[in-house]
């Protein structure tokens, strides 16, 4: 965080003062101070920061490391310079984002972006950028990238080497300070650590990043195969048309026999009627003649009630077997012999 005061004059500073208030009404505390060329941190901030401005051209900017969440808020600047009863102000509002990942998964032949930003109030371009890589704590590091800004060129010299040529490039805003690179077509080999470094004239930032590669099965594309229309064949034509002919021919005499088949079925019925009440006649011939002359002599006492006088009848059933020997019969009527009737009633 930047704190440079600006003067004609050429006055020594004597007195540094950093102070950091969490909100409106919360209480300051200080970050750290500077008098008589010692430079105290303070409090929680212990260990975390440092006066990095040079002193001599009024510079009383301030380094702060390891940012927690609750570090945000407002940091308040204090110079003193020597014969002077004025004091410099200057104040910085510090907003913290989320923390980034410092591990990252990647699966082998894709891309990965790897970023490295450092984050200051001051309007200083940083001087190089380097990325060096690990792949073990006693490995020896390998160089992925260098950058090095050209004046008044946009775009700097960047170079790489070894198994990353032709594979890394520097995709971050070189004028915002970021380093940031995109790794392409990623080996099993790649996986490791990696270590950016950013300078900012004498100021120097690090970061590492732990890089996992995944194992992942190349996929092959599948083209289609365009199958073509096949041509039938002289033989294969015939056979077609053969069983369509067949198919023509048969189709009537089909339609025949199912009509021949209901009809059968719809005749079973009547006939089966039939002689089931033949057989029971058979069974029980003389219900049936007897009750065939109970309808008979209902009705013809029905008849006869009308009229005035009553005539009676006598009925004498004929079994089966008299009807089958009609010759035996009459000759017992010629001989003179008058069959046993029995009882009707």
Known sequence: MGCVFQSTK????????????SGEHSKDDYVLYYYANFSVPMGRFRNRVHLVGDISRNDGSLLLQNVEEADQGT??????????????KKTVVLHVLPEEPKELMVNVGDSIQMGCVVQSTEEKRMTKVD????????????????????PNVPVGYTQNWGSFQN????????????????????KESDGGSYNCTIHLGNLTFRKTIV????????????TPVVRRPEILGGDQLVI??????????????????????HRNKSSVTPTALVKSLENTKKAHPEKHVYSSIAICEVIKEEESSEKSEATYMTMHPVWPSQRSAP???LENKSAGRIPKTKQAF
């Open 10 to 21: 050429e006055k020594r500073v004597t007195k540094v003062d950093w102070m950091f208030s």
């Open 75 to 88: 940091y308040t600047c204090e110079i003193r310079l020597e014969m002077e009863s004025r004091v410099f």
């Open 131 to 150: 990325w060096m890589f690990s792949s073990g704590k006693h490995a020896k590091e390998e160089i992925v990238l260098h950058y090095y800004p050209k």
């Open 167 to 186: 594979r890394v490039k520097l995709v971050g805003n070189t004028a915002r300070n970021d380093g940031s690179i995109m790794l392409q077509g990623v």
């Open 211 to 222: 890089l996992k590669v995944n194992w992942k099965e190349p996929k092959t594309p599948v």
């Open 240 to 261: 077609i048309v053969g069983i369509v002919c067949a198919t023509i021919l048969l189709l009537p005499v089909l339609i025949l026999i199912v009509k021949r088949t």
């Open 327 to 329: 010759s035996n019969s």
